[in-house]
């Protein structure tokens, strides 16, 4: 029983290898090129010699277009070769070097997975998204500091990051030379009282400019006109001297504390306004060329694609960086409720340019470096393969400014099938002299089983055949 199992699992290996390699054969001889479909070499030859069809010029090896024969035959594994045929190579030039018109049929093209769409006239823009960042804007930025040198009695703003508005008190300063400016202006004003009763007119007016002095020389202090007038209400000196918010916003820096000696000079504080942001965004060099002062763009913070803000460009940077090969453009936005906050990262949409005329989609053009190819289906199952000037290019489309026509109609899909396919049968018309069938085997060379020849040319010799028959 034992042995009697184990000679059926084997059997049923050898089934499973036998099925397999079958399937491999079957597969691997329906040719190199997308299409070939499941007739072999032999079958299509007698097929199309019993019907009169499509006439063959000779074969060529699966694996290896170069490698031909006139005659049907398999390669070293077994592949059949491909039938090459007349209106394959002799019928498909193009205007475009190195491509050959595809001539294959409608079914073809629709078992290879080719799809065309219309040319078809519209308007078109050409759109850049951009990440930028967050950053404040430098002319909203304000540093709170003194002229006086004295001492901070107390502070108003206990932290970093503490929003005030605009007049709010900072901090209240202790200074000897402010509390002597504040009598020398008192007195000055007790002086002019005094010398209105006085009837020389010149020492009115020298009481009158010491008042004027001392007064000015509070208001280079920076003391607030409350504070002044206040001063002159009361006719009393104050201890302190409080500095107020000189604009809403966030304070960023706090370098004292209370009990600080502070010089003049010295900064405090630094406010900034975030009612209007900037944002700094990289352009590649291509995109940055067409940026404008002033464009309009538009502005969708990462943490809420839903919100939308307008804005425009306010600078671009004059230097490129020499590792990103980018350009530096900033935009300024309002920042409504304060919800975009420094460092924070956001999309910026601007439209670079628009035009209208012929456009096609995207996925029809296929880049060969210097020029870009499209296929344009002439009906019957041709495809052309035509050079085009691109213009606009966005949204999936572009423009063609030359090359294509309006209601005609091009593959957007297995392009790469089809600019394959277009080189090969170019290449095929170029080695067959365009069209001509290549050169018999010589004598004694086995017509089917045998060693096909490489399609290189031979030496000319007495008796030997060319392409085109004996010469």
Do not use: C
């Not at 003391?223 to 000189?246: C, D, G, H, Y």
């Not at 069938?437 to 007495?462: D, L, T």
Request: hydrophobic share 35%; glycine share 10%.
């Amino acid at each position: 029983m034992a042995s009697r199992k184990i000679v059926s699992q084997v059997l049923l290996v050898l089934a499973a290898l036998a099925a397999g390699g079958a399937g491999t054969y079957f597969w691997m001889t329906k040719g190199s090129s997308f299409l070939q479909f499941t007739k072999t070499a032999k079958e299509v030859a007698g097929r199309g010699a019993a019907k009169g069809e499509r006439k063959i010029l000779f074969y060529r090896n699966p694996m290896n277009p170069t490698v031909t024969s006139p005659v049907p035959a398999k390669d070293e594994m077994g592949m059949d070769y491909v039938p090459v045929y007349e209106d394959e190579v002799g019928a498909g030039g193009s205007t475009v070097a190195g491509y050959s018109t595809i001539k294959v049929g409608a079914e073809s093209l629709r078992l290879a997975g080719v799809q065309t769409a219309p040319a078809v006239r519209e308007k078109i823009s050409r759109s850049v998204r951009a990440v930028g960042n967050v950053v404040p804007d430098e002319t909203r930025i304000r540093r709170v500091q003194t002229k006086i040198e004295g001492w901070i009695e107390k502070l108003h703003v206990s932290f970093t990051g503490q929003l005030v508005t605009k007049g709010q008190p900072l901090l209240d300063i202790y200074s000897p030379e402010l509390v002597a400016s504040q009598r020398e202006y008192l007195l000055a004003i007790e002086m002019r009282e005094r010398m209105k009763e006085n009837p020389y007119l010149e020492e009115k007016e020298m009481a009158e400019q010491l008042v004027q002095s001392s007064r000015r020389r509070l208001e280079l202090f920076d003391v607030p006109q409350s504070f002044i007038a206040e001063l002159e209400n009361t006719r009393k000196p104050r201890r302190t001297v409080t500095l107020n918010a000189p604009v809403s916003g966030y304070v960023t820096a706090k370098d004292v504390f209370e009990g600080t000696r502070i010089m003049p000079g010295m900064e405090l504080f630094t406010v900034t306004d975030l009612s209007r942001i900037w944002i700094e965004a990289d352009l590649y060099e291509y995109e940055a060329q067409k940026v404008r002062l002033g464009q309009e763009a538009v502005l969708t913070p990462a943490y809420d694609p839903r919100l939308r803000l307008k804005g425009r460009v306010s600078y671009v940077y004059p230097t490129l960086s020499p590792e990103s090969r980018t350009l530096k453009v900033r935009f300024e936005f309002p920042n409504p409720g304060l919800r975009l906050k420094p460092q924070m990262y956001a999309d910026v949409f601007l439209e670079l340019e628009t035009a209208t005329g012929v456009v096609i989609p995207d996925s029809a053009l296929i880049e060969t470096g210097l020029r870009q190819i499209v296929f344009v289906d002439l009906g019957g199952g041709s495809l052309e393969p035509r050079e085009v000037n691109v213009g606009v290019r966005g949204d999936g489309k572009a423009q063609i400014l030359s090359g294509v026509k309006e209601g005609e109609r091009v593959a957007v899909r297995a392009n790469f099938l089809l600019d394959s396919e277009s080189r090969l049968r170019a290449a095929l018309t170029a080695m067959t002299g365009g069209g001509t069938s290549p050169a018999p085997q010589p004598q004694g060379q086995p017509s089917s089983q045998g060693r096909p020849q490489s399609q290189e040319p031979a030496p000319s010799q007495g008796g030997h055949a060319g392409h085109g028959g004996a010469r």
